[in-house]
């Protein structure tokens, strides 16, 4: 057989090999719906990230699927999660957004969690997360100091949420006076308790206080009087962080721990056992996604950050926090009787 014949029935072959996995690839989502189970109701940063994606995630898999939403909140996220982990299909067709401190609530056998952190399947994160405490303006107490003094009723979502764990933690370990209203679904009934005056303060996302509350930004309704990262965010200089905290290394090293959480931030997970085929799509498909124009204009419009991690970065940051050390773990089990 000449040489250029030769040459062209191996082309030939490899477009055929070449049209035959680009079929198998559309094949895995052709036609079918992708679900992100948001772990919070409407309104705040979980569901501003998780509808967001939404929109621009199935344009980027193979097939070019429809990609909703659907909130299914409880137990501070965590309904959700366990929903993923042991229930939700391994198609690829189901993920979920739930709370930055999933490893962390393990760690600590939190009684809720159905799950082992270190094998969930992480599809990707879209930004970091600064969670923060706020006071209505009424309010006696104005800041951590004088919470320190003065008794505060806060609205709380859940045994998994920043809104319940963080108070309760400043209470035993620096002598704060939260007390805690526990059973709001998330965030945005919090805000809402607080504007009704069943309480005088509450927990979120900076995200979705600076792009659902503007005016209470702009019209001082709020003093944000603490935020959950190891050191002050440059949009809030002059809040205090929970890294900060601590008069002891070994109470700056335990609120340094839930300070940490921010890394893993708006992240996505999928169930264990995904098959190889669709975690590969979808973790791909993902990080083309963040650097989609019209993604990212959408995000800036929306005054959302973008700051992308890939699975194996987040699988990284979840085992660092699942080897906090023993007597760290018993601490917490101990401050919050577990």
């Known amino acids: 057989m000449h040489a250029a014949a030769r040459t062209g029935l191996a082309l030939a072959a490899t477009l055929a090999a070449s049209h035959a996995l680009a079929q198998n690839a559309d094949a895995l989502f052709a036609g079918k719906t992708i679900t992100i189970n948001i772990g919070n109701t409407a309104g705040g940063s979980y569901d501003l990230y998780g509808r967001m994606v939404a929109r621009f995630l199935g344009k980027h898999l193979p097939g070019n699927p429809n990609v909703v939403a659907s909130n299914m909140p409880g137990a501070g996220t965590l309904k959700a999660a366990n929903y993923i982990y042991a229930v939700a299909p391994k198609d690829g067709t189901a993920i979920g957004i739930v709370t930055e401190t999933l490893a962390l609530e393990q760690a ?13 399947q992480w599809m990707g994160r879209v930004a970091s997360s600064n969670n923060i405490h706020y006071q209505w303006h009424t309010a006696k107490v104005q800041s951590i100091e004088e919470a320190k003094k003065t008794q505060t009723p806060v609205a709380a979502a859940g045994a ?12 035993a370990v620096i002598g704060t006076k939260f007390k805690v209203i526990s059973g709001y679904p998330a965030s945005a009934e919090g805000m809402l308790a607080m504007e009704r005056g069943e309480v005088e303060g509450g927990a979120g996302s900076w995200a979705a206080v600076k792009v659902g509350k503007q005016d ?8 944000i009087i603490l935020q959950d990262v190891p050191t002050r965010s440059a949009e809030l200089p002059d809040v205090p962080a929970l890294g900060e905290l601590g008069d002891n290394p070994a109470d700056k090293a335990l609120l340094g721990l839930y300070a940490s959480g921010g890394a893993i931030g708006r992240a996505f997970i999928l169930p264990l056992g995904t098959q190889p085929a ?3 799509a ?15 204009a959408e995000m800036q419009k929306a005054g959302l950050d973008v700051e992308p991690l890939d699975g194996a970065a987040l699988a990284a940051e979840t085992a660092k926090t699942l080897a906090t050390p023993q007597s760290v773990k018993d601490r917490i089990k101990t401050i919050f009787g577990r």
């Open 216 to 223: 209470w930004l702009r019209e001082k309704k709020i003093k």
């Open 108 to 120: 600590v056998s939190n009684p809720v969690v159905q799950f082992d952190a270190a094998k969930f």
């Open 278 to 280: 669709a975690l590969k």
């Open 160 to 171: 998994g949420n920043l809104s319940e764990v963080i108070p309760n933690l400043l209470n």
């Open 282 to 296: 979808l973790q791909e498909g993902f990080q083309a996604m963040t650097k989609d124009p019209e993604f990212l």
